[in-house]
């Protein structure tokens, strides 16, 4: 079930706002274990999380960057040094999907210096393309 659940939780939580709201309690709490264990893994500082959810640009930190990867490739969402947009498309849902696919398939995987900036990069671009809809868990 994790292995399933996760790849959902993560997709919607970090690609779409609301998506939280919509969460059920078995749900919120795997996205509360990803979160605490990505943030004990990579000493992100949770108010820049904050921050993004409450509008502000993705701030261009080490550790969020690794946050970001963290997550992702938990999800089974970047493999390999890159985002794979197939695999987050087939995990969202029909409609997340319609309202999200095309800005999802132009920023594609962003290549950075490294597999946190590559997460960065491409989370940046969906923010920028998505912005009323993006959130992080």
């Not at 919607?12 to 990803?34: F, Q, T, V, W």
């Not at 946050?67 to 985002?83: L, R």
Request: proline share 2%.
């Amino acid at each position: 079930m994790w292995a399933r659940v996760v790849p959902v939780l993560c997709v919607l939580a970090a690609a779409l706002r609301g998506a939280h709201a919509h969460l059920d309690g078995e749900m919120a709490e795997l996205a509360k274990m990803l979160r605490d264990n990505c943030a004990a893994e990579t000493g992100v500082d949770m108010a820049l999380i904050d921050a993004a959810n409450g509008g502000a640009d993705l701030a261009p930190d080490a550790q969020l960057k690794c946050y970001i990867k963290c997550v992702m490739e938990t999800a089974g969402m970047f493999t390999d040094g890159a985002v794979d947009v197939e695999a987050v498309l087939a995990l969202l849902p029909e409609d997340f999907r319609a309202r999200n696919e095309d800005n999802l398939r132009a920023c594609g995987s962003v290549a950075g210096a490294d597999d946190c900036d590559t997460a960065y990069r491409t989370q940046l671009c969906w923010q920028q393309k998505n912005r009323k809809d993006y959130f992080l868990i």
